[in-house]
């Protein structure tokens, strides 16, 4: 026991070091993945804009308005017509999600954009920014922060948690006092 608990010793302050490297470079991800996905997410938008606008040129040439036109599309006696209502309420739909999304983003600071985020997260805009995301350094505050923040988290499940553990099992058995 004795052995084990010099080594321990000895690469306790290089796994701490290694802790803060490492939470440091997986937080600092945390405002690049945002960012990327963002991007990806004004596509997203601008082209359920431009579906939209498409509908409503359509609704406007035949005399009303998109709801309008929605309206009279469902009730037509062809299934196919029918569906195309359909679609074009879902492209309201998800052009306001977007909207919404995209907004709330553009509105959080820097201490709740990853809640706002989280809560207004696309999982299939997520899932494909994830498969093409390119790994960064970030040289913003918000990086700086995320980095920090990285390093002190690391350190804490460290030192509450994996070395206390190990301080458990490797504590020095108590001496006895010798009474005279």
Not at 3 to 25: E, H, K, N, P
Not at 57 to 73: D, N, V, Y
Not at 77 to 92: R, T, W
């Amino acid at each position: 026991m004795k052995s084990s608990s010099r080594i321990f010793r000895t690469f306790d302050g290089l796994i701490d070091r290694f802790l803060c490297v490492l939470g440091a470079i997986l937080f600092s991800q945390g405002p690049e993945f945002m960012q990327q996905y963002f991007q990806r997410l004004g596509g997203h938008l601008q082209e359920a804009q431009r579906q939209l606008s498409l509908f409503r040129g359509a609704a406007s040439q035949s005399g009303g308005t998109l709801e309008e036109f929605i309206a009279q599309t469902r009730t037509n006696p062809n299934a196919g017509v029918v569906q195309l209502s359909s679609v074009m309420s879902d492209a309201v739909d998800r052009t306001a999600s977007l909207q919404a999304a995209h907004d709330a983003l553009v509105h959080s600071s820097l201490w709740t954009k990853p809640f706002v985020f989280m809560r207004h997260v696309d999982p299939d805009i997520a899932r494909v920014t994830w498969s093409v995301y390119l790994p960064a350094v970030p040289t913003t505050v918000e990086g700086l922060l995320y980095a920090l923040t990285g390093m002190l988290f690391c350190l804490l499940v460290y030192q509450l948690g994996i070395k206390a553990l190990f301080g458990l099992f490797w504590r020095k058995p108590a001496r006895a006092t010798a009474t005279a």
